[in-house]
T-cell receptor, first 110, second 112 residues
Framework: GQSLEQPSEVTAVEGAIVQINCTYQ??????LSWYQQHDGGAPTFLSY????GLEETGRFSSFLSRSDSYGYLLLQELQMKDSASYFC???????????FGTGTRLKVLA | DGGITQSPKYLFRKEGQNVTLSCEQN?????MYWYRQDPGQGLRLIYY???????QKGDIAEGYSVSREKKESFPLTVTSAQKNPTAFYLC???????????FGEGSRLTVL
């Protein structure tokens, strides 16, 4: 089967940098995605890594190491509005079946 | 505007009743999904459909049913066989080129 593990909660202060990790077990690999979800809202897409390395999108970056079955989301210059839950997700090998990680709740303190 | 539209946003039902949640999309996505989310938890896949007239069970399909008669529509029925149906239900479509999932705003079901 497939599984994705994330820390349950991370706390940081405004202006800081925080890293949210995701380790995965999959049969085959077709890329790792990240989503943000505010309380009561729907998840929104943040980034995608299909190959090893760092992808940067503004204050958010995402990293992937396929050899380590590991990725992370890096949030820089934290703002209060970044307080949300963050999920990593992968498609099951060769299908459109997307599986989500356990989710990490980020609290940004003033 | 293009997107995924779910309705109703809030729904209450009595035990023993079936209820159908609507999901419509105008993004021309072939693949559509239903996820369930319990408070403080992640997203669990109920059903997904890759093409019209075809769908597959996800990890928690028991007590649910779906249909995909049109590309634009993927309704979910929560049946009386679902023992703990109170949850937040999310519908999504997938962009085949990027793999990005687009979610609707969700339907919050409460069983009284």
């Amino acid at each position: 089967g497939q599984s994705l593990e994330q820390p349950s909660e991370v706390t940081a202060v405004e202006g800081a940098i925080v890293q949210i990790n995701c380790t995965y077990q999959t049969s085959g690999f077709y890329g790792l995605s990240w989503y943000q979800q505010h309380d009561g809202g729907a998840p929104t897409f943040l980034s995608y890594n299909g190959l090893d390395g760092l992808e940067e999108t503004g204050r958010f970056s995402s990293f992937l190491s396929r050899s380590d079955s590991y990725g992370y989301l890096l949030l820089q210059e934290l703002q209060m509005k970044d307080s949300a839950s963050y999920f990593c997700a992968v498609p099951q090998s060769g299908t459109y079946k997307y599986i989500f990680g356990t989710g990490t709740r980020l609290k940004v303190l003033a | 505007d293009g997107g995924i539209t779910q309705s109703p946003k809030y729904l209450f039902r009595k035990e023993g009743q079936n209820v159908t949640l609507s999901c419509e999309q105008n993004l021309n996505h072939d693949a559509m999904y239903w996820y369930r989310q319990d408070p403080g938890q992640g997203l669990r896949l109920i059903y997904y459909s890759q093409i019209v007239n075809d769908f597959q069970k996800g990890d928690i399909a028991e007590g649910y049913s779906v249909s995909r008669e049109k590309k634009e529509s993927f309704p979910l029925t929560v049946t009386s066989a679902q023992k703990n149906p109170t949850a937040f239900y999310l519908c999504a479509g997938a962009n085949a080129n990027t793999g990005e999932l687009f979610f609707g705003e969700g339907s919050r079901l409460t069983v009284l």
